[in-house]
């Protein structure tokens, strides 16, 4: 219980503290004009985005520099979180505000805008949102503190009667309006871009718990453990299968449970309202996840016991859900959870099924990363359970008692342990 209380908490209780190469563009389409006073064109996009990338830190911000056909693809794959965009016209705009101010009528302000990708999850729109504040804030500042000084100076040398009105000083500190934009909304039903991580953490749970249930109820109907009902205590006769054999059925099970399952969370995800838009895909994805979260269980349970119990929690609850990034993205958790993302099977199952609800199945958008996993996963399960069930059977350690009887006097005859020589 200590580990499930500060694996949960570490990875989420401080995320300013732990940013760390948090995936923006900056998008600079300014072509530039000249500005008043000045007698060579200025490009203010150029300034802003020096400036901008002059005040973050790298080592937290990976702020990057690019056109804005690859910020959409960016955004459209979910390997960005955000992107501030400034416009062609904005040194133009800027030019022309500085120039009304002085006339009485509304002028409207330069725009940027800064694009979150809710499909990315809502935590990280928040940051998103954080950095893009505390950037504008700051170009707002220094954009609106030269234009003041530049035309207070302009009036000062061509108009020194003229006085700028309280209005229009207001404007001048404050000159860039600031849109923030989210790209690709979510529809509604989606639980504000957590539905695809409860739809992950079902999936374990059905390849995990099923499993655990499987295993039980196999062993109870083959007579290696007694059933109890209430009051009742019935010890089937012990079968004389192998255990190699026994892993098989319990395989075979779980594999039609799959398909099962899989199809029930579709059917009641779409009767609550949940979009599914590609749901023959996710259909066989969520049974490929299931069967190799079960698969995997299973295996371990086989190859350690009882013990196996625990060593299915620690993996696939304990260390797989907070490193999962369905609600803190990776790149705002201590490093450790990074590393745990690289394999634990949750994170895996994640970016494959956020790919199906969100992304349109996209395969940059983690799918095929995703399905890779999930298959080296399913691949690790199989070999582990076989590999080992097997030597266990050739070793001799049979659960049928009669098995063990044979066994044991077979290689009694021949002057042998047990166990082996």
């Known amino acids: 219980m200590s580990a499930l209380g500060y694996f949960y908490l570490a990875s989420m209780v401080s995320p300013a503290d732990n940013l760390r190469e948090f995936p923006m563009a900056i998008v600079n389409q300014d072509v530039g004009d000249v500005m008043p006073g000045d007698d060579e064109p ?27 056909s690859a910020a959409n693809s960016g955004l459209d794959t979910g390997s960005l979180y955000g992107a501030i965009v400034i416009p062609s016209d904005f040194t133009k705009r800027t030019s022309i505000l500085a120039q009304g101010s002085v006339v009485p009528g509304d002028i409207e302000k330069p725009i940027i805008t800064v694009y979150s990708n809710p ?61 923030d934009v989210e790209h690709k909304p979510l529809p509604d039903g989606t639980g504000a871009g957590l539905s695809a991580f409860y739809f992950t953490l079902l999936l374990i749970l059905a390849g995990f718990t099923g499993a655990t249930i499987v295993n039980t109820l196999v062993d109870t109907a083959l007579g290696f453990i007694p059933t109890e009902y209430g009051p009742l205590y019935i010890n089937r006769e012990t079968t004389r299968m192998s255990r190699l054999t026994v892993l098989f059925i319990k395989w075979g099970i779980i ?23 590609r749901a023959l895909l996710m259909w066989e994805y ?77 395969s940059a958008a983690g799918l095929t990363h995703g399905v890779a996993m999930t298959l080296v996963g399913l691949g690790v399960g199989v070999a582990l359970g076989a590999i080992v069930t097997w030597m266990y059977d050739r ?6 008692t009669e098995l063990l009887a044979l066994d044991t006097a077979s290689v009694s005859d021949r002057g042998e342990s047990p166990t082996g020589p």
């Open 255 to 277: 594999v039609v449970l799959s398909l099962i399952v899989s199809a029930l969370y579709l059917w009641i995800g779409t009767a609550l309202g949940m979009p599914v838009p």
């Open 42 to 68: 200025r490009n203010l996009g150029n300034e802003i985005t020096a400036a901008i990338l002059d005040g973050i830190d790298p080592a937290e911000i990976d702020m990057q520099e690019m056109g804005i």
């Open 286 to 362: 969520g049974a490929l996840a299931i069967s190799a979260v079960g698969i995997t269980s299973v295996s371990v349970m086989s190859v350690f016991g009882s013990a196996g119990l625990l060593v299915n929690l620690f993996i696939f609850i304990v260390l797989g859900l907070p490193s999962s990034g369905g609600t803190v993205p990776i790149e705002a958790m201590p490093k450790m959870f990074e590393w745990l993302s690289t394999f634990e099977p949750m994170h895996q199952i994640y970016i494959a099924t956020r790919a199906i609800l969100y992304f349109d199945g996209h």
């Open 395 to 400: 070793r001799g350690f049979h659960r049928s």
């Open 119 to 179: 499909r990315t999850g809502t935590f990280a729109t928040g940051i998103v949102g954080m950095i893009s504040d505390t950037a504008m804030t700051q170009v707002n500042d220094t954009v609106g503190e030269q234009l003041t000084t530049q035309v207070t100076n302009t009036l000062a040398e061509t108009a020194p009667d003229l006085q700028l009105s309280g209005g229009s000083l207001l404007t001048l500190q404050d000159p860039i309006n600031v849109l």
